[in-house]
């Protein structure tokens, strides 16, 4: 993913689905609309090596990503010393010792600069994997939407997000000309405070040190 111990890409997608009949308000998210939000990490050959689909569509990525089993064990990695092991992610994450994410209002030229150019093209892999799946698997676009209750609404995501994985093995061809692009905000977390956050900005500025000051 042109960083060295980078394993994948993590960002969540809304899926849409229909107006629940419990807890409606939990599932209204920021777009204005009723969703499940889904968190995937995927590899560079875009196939999934983690997915949770169980969060409603107002609950922000960083919560979805603090309440991962995938967090604890990269953690795990990391205060065992096993070895130099990364996820990359948007600004919608606060920076941690084992997730790198982008440096905000870097000086074009700068080392910074470059680490936030190569992070963003790297991370680019995980887009491509929402629009690639959402390209294969249509009642996972925005104007579908899911007519079903959350928890089989999940269960079908991950039942895509499993047959996805299956044409990548098989080598099923998909022309990515019909992968489906869609637009992205994060909502910044750069400024988050605390020893984690402090932590992985002083990783990350090791790592903009070692790779990306020439």
């Not at 990695?77 to 990359?88: A, E, K, N, T």
């Not at 079908?156 to 093995?169: A, Q, S």
């Amino acid at each position: 993913m042109g960083f060295p111990g980078v394993i994948g890409a993590i960002d969540c997608t809304h899926i849409a689905i229909t107006t629940p009949s419990e807890h409606e308000e939990q599932y209204f998210n920021h777009h204005g609309y009723h969703s499940i939000n889904v968190q995937v990490i995927c590899d560079r050959d875009l196939r999934a090596i983690n997915l949770n689909a169980r969060f409603p569509g107002s609950v922000h990525d960083q919560f979805i990503w603090c309440d991962s089993v995938i967090k604890g064990e990269m953690e795990r990695l990391h205060r065992q010393r096993v070895g130099d092991f990364f996820l990359i992610g948007d600004s919608g994450y606060a920076p941690e010792p084992w997730l790198l994410t982008p440096i905000t209002n870097t000086v074009r030229g700068t080392p910074e600069a470059l680490y936030t150019e190569t992070h963003c093209s790297a991370r680019n892999v995980i887009e491509r994997f929402f629009g690639v799946l959402k390209g294969k698997f249509r009642c996972l676009l925005r104007d579908r939407t899911l007519h079903y209750a959350h928890a089989q609404s999940g269960k079908i995501i991950e039942t895509c997000v499993i047959l996805h994985n299956m044409m990548i093995h098989y080598r099923v061809p998909f022309d990515e000309h019909e992968a489906v692009a869609e637009q992205n905000i994060a909502l910044a977390n750069e400024n988050v405070g605390g020893i984690v956050a402090n932590d992985g900005r002083r990783v990350r500025a090791a790592i903009v040190e070692r790779y990306f000051n020439h």
